[in-house]
């Protein structure tokens, strides 16, 4: 009989990078944009600062994304080299510390003992990693993954407000951007939900509670340094 099942949990490391990165493209972008559209500036100006956004901000995106998940990919490279050392120093030890996280699991402690002698001699550090410290192959970090997704995302996310603003006339562009980037983050939050099998209203709801904070923040802003010209 064949599993049935899917899951989608190998999917959070990319994922994650990507909805973050279009998120931050989308939100970033269109409230620079509506502040500045705000001002009474001319498309020139807008075409120049929605570029600029979106060049800088894909750079940084990557630049974040792979710092980070770099520096949590070598504390796990860390915490395997440690667990490597103490299997190697004392694995009667260590096989007490597998049957323990069994035991407080659930299982009887002769099952305990015996699963755990059966992975450690199948694979002791990928028992360990597992089970004691939580690392995984699938969830292990992967910081270029994360780099690229972010970066190419975000630029993606930064190239829809943009567009909105060069196509509409200077008198609908501040609504336009942002109506258009609020449902940009709708279909961002719904699509995100779908492809990580939760339930679509909170993440369209959120991300678009959010957008709609930031750019009501910076339209405020650019109106207040607009009068003031």
């Given at each position: ?9 190998h999917?959070t490391?990319w ?5 973050l990165?279009?998120?931050d493209g ?7 944009l509506?502040g ?9 100006t807008?075409?120049?600062t929605g570029?600029?956004s979106?060049v800088?901000?894909?750079m940084?995106m990557a630049?974040?994304?792979y710092?980070s ?6 504390t796990e ?9 103490e ?8 096989h ?6 069994y035991?407080?699991?659930g299982?009887e ?9 059966q992975l450690?001699?199948h694979?002791a550090l990928?028992?360990h ?15 270029v993954?994360?780099a690229?997704?972010?970066?190419a995302?975000f630029?993606?996310?930064s190239?829809?407000p ?5 196509l ?8 336009g951007?942002a109506?258009?980037?609020?449902l940009?983050l709708?279909?961002l939050g ?7 099998g939760?339930?679509?209203l909170?993440?369209v709801?959120?991300?678009?509670f ?7 923040t ?5 109106a ?5 010209a």
């Amino acid at each position: 009989m064949r599993h049935s099942e899917h899951h989608r949990t190998h999917r959070t490391g990319w994922l994650r990078a990507s909805v973050l990165g279009a998120n931050d493209g989308i939100i970033s972008t269109a409230s620079l944009l509506v502040g500045v559209a705000a001002t009474g500036a001319d498309a020139k100006t807008m075409l120049i600062t929605g570029v600029a956004s979106l060049v800088a901000g894909s750079m940084s995106m990557a630049a974040g994304e792979y710092v980070s998940v770099s520096s949590q990919a070598d504390t796990e490279n860390a915490d395997l080299a440690r667990e490597k050392s103490e299997l190697a120093a004392n694995p009667k030890q260590e096989h007490a510390e597998l049957t323990a996280i069994y035991v407080k699991r659930g299982l009887e402690k002769s099952l305990a003992a015996n699963v755990a002698t059966q992975l450690m001699a199948h694979d002791a550090l990928a028992a360990h990693a597992r089970d004691e410290l939580g690392i995984s192959d699938t969830l292990a970090a992967n910081p270029v993954q994360a780099a690229l997704a972010s970066a190419a995302t975000f630029a993606v996310g930064s190239a829809l407000p943009l567009i909105v603003a060069l196509l509409l006339p200077a008198s609908a562009r501040l609504w336009g951007i942002a109506a258009g980037s609020l449902l940009a983050l709708a279909v961002l939050g719904f699509v995100a939900s779908r492809v990580g099998g939760s339930s679509a209203l909170v993440p369209v709801a959120r991300v678009t509670f959010w957008g709609a904070l930031a750019m009501g923040t910076t339209a405020l802003v650019g109106a207040l340094f607009g009068v003031a010209a």
